[in-house]
Nanobody, 116 residues
Framework: QVQLVESGGGLVQPGGSLTLSCAAS????????MGWYRQAPGKEREMVAV???????NVADSVKGRFTISRDNGKNTVYLQMNSLNTEDTAVYYC??????????WGQGTQVTVSS
């Protein structure tokens, strides 16, 4: 069984910063892609950023230049550094990992609220 534990969400003022973390544990063979997705009220879940096993990153245009994704392979942990947050970034953020068998695992979600 694989568990993803997310942390770092919360309430922040516009222009502020937050860092999300997601640690994977359990019976996971080898982690391939690691990423963050988000879902705002009334909207579909969307990709925010993904980092591949080789370290390549794919970042959504809406957050490019403001968000940075990184990973620690030794800890099976992925991070999302979020700067210059605005109200449109308010959403539940979900961690996702994919193993080499292309199985996907999701975290429980962490709320990020940007408000003055």
């Amino acid at each position: 069984q694989v568990q993803l534990v997310e942390s770092g969400g919360g309430l922040v003022q516009p222009g502020g910063s937050l860092t999300l973390s997601c640690a994977a544990s359990g019976r996971i063979f080898r982690v391939n892609d690691m990423g963050w997705y988000r879902q705002a009220p009334g909207k579909e879940r969307e990709m925010v950023a993904v980092v591949t096993g080789s370290g390549r990153t794919n970042v959504a245009d809406s957050v490019k230049g403001r968000f940075t994704i990184s990973r620690d392979n030794g800890k099976n942990t992925v991070y999302l550094q979020m700067n210059s947050l605005n109200t449109e970034d308010t959403a539940v953020y979900y961690c996702n990992i994919q193993d080499t068998f292309l199985r996907n695992y999701w975290g429980q979600g962490t709320q990020v609220t940007v408000s003055s």
